[in-house]
């Protein structure tokens, strides 16, 4: 009987810690493998937030070095603070005094991780394929250092996520990470069209796999219906037009022209609501105050149980962000039948359209905005259609089982 693939995803950050939408994915990724059985490991950083990459002080360590969750292996390596220290105060301060080439590395390097005993222990594991994730991209370089001298090579895999709006997109030091990975995984092809333009990578490199959701394990409950009225009950939320957001509270996000969009229509009807669901900034909190925003519901980060909650209840789902180059979040208000509303840019235009599932509005257009979220709001037989466009794509298209049968023979064969 020949041995399953013995495969490792290295990712700055994974549980206990809340994942972004790349963390997630991979979540998704390795305990999907782990239960078919194959030898699955995360390699990540020992720490809780990316403060602890640069500042042993003031940032937070997990202290347990290795441990399993879910059939799926967590190596937590420590941190070189210094190296990751002295990049970030040479970008923030000293930039503008440095050559174009020390700026790039630099930037690359930008505050870590730099993850002690990486070479160490993929020399000691003998993994067969090693799936980088896209950011912060200093993790890609890392892994092509520590792959150099190891025979047998493993196959590496490149994260998705390159895109325009990127930080380190148009970083001439990514050039030699394309160079040499062995595949690039992408969940779109906009994606494939600006890597291309940008980094002339050969078409055989690239993986074209889209993103996928798990079922809600408390779909349809009793248990979950009592969540939603209780919810409703407690914010007043019987015959008012909700609308939710999901994200890093954030510019590129969307997150303060939706606020603007949300203040206008308020003012008009009453009968508004926001909800918001993610990580505040202090620009955030600054914005809302200031605001004195009566239509606002924010919940910061919340739990599995909530979420749900909150995209069972909503209206429709906004997120009109110019740094996606995916967006599970529309999977998930589209699994609950709810429109989308997000910007127009390539990777999510290519999705949306493709779902039929919703509208595209010109990022940070106000005016565009507060139109697309009235006509959702009051025309009740489009909002219907486009939901159930979007829930018949997520089935059909965006399921665990269809995607990982795809993942599993790209990848792993």
Known sequence: ML??????????????????????????????LANMGYDCSIITANGYNTRWWYDPFLGKQIRQNFNCINGVK???????????????????YLKIFLPKIITNKLELHYCGPHLIGL????????????????????INKQVI??????APKPKIILGSNY????????????????????????????????IQQQ????????????????????????????????????????????VLFAGSKIKPKGAYVLLQAMNQLYKQDNSYRLIAIGNSTPHWNEITNNLKSKFLIDLGFVDDHLKETVFEICNLYCMPSICESFG????????????????????????????????LIESGNTDQLVQAIYILTTNKELNHK???????????????ANIMHKFKKLMLN
């Open 163 to 194: 895109h325009e709006k990127m930080s380190d997109f148009k970083n001439s030091q990514l050039q030699h990470i394309f160079n040499i990975v062995d595949k690039v995984h992408v969940s779109t092809k906009a994606e494939i069209n600006s």
């Open 3 to 32: 041995r399953k693939n013995k495969i490792v995803f290295v990712t700055p950050f994974y549980l206990p810690v809340s994942l972004s939408g790349s963390g997630l994915v991979i979540k998704q990724y390795a305990e999907s």
């Open 145 to 150: 250092v520590a792959t150099k001298n190891l």
């Open 328 to 359: 599970l979040t529309y999977l998930e208000a589209w699994y609950k039948k709810k429109p989308v509303i997000g910007a127009d840019i390539p990777p999510v235009r290519e999705i949306i359209q493709q779902a039929k599932g919703g509208l």
């Open 74 to 92: 967590i190596y937590r390596l420590p941190c070189l603070h210094i190296a990751s220290f002295i990049s970030l105060i040479l970008v923030r």
């Open 199 to 242: 980094f002339n990578v050969p078409s055989h490199k690239f993986i074209h796999l889209p993103y996928f959701i798990s079922q809600p394990k408390n779909e349809g409950t009793v248990h979950i219906k009592q969540l939603v009225e209780k919810f409703s009950n407690k914010y007043g939320l019987s015959n008012k037009k909700v």
């Open 119 to 138: 070479s160490k222990l993929l020399k000691q594991q003998k993994f067969d394929i090693i799936y980088s994730s896209p950011l912060p991209a200093y």
């Open 386 to 400: 486009l939901g159930l466009n979007g829930y018949k794509t997520v089935l059909n298209t965006y399921s665990e």
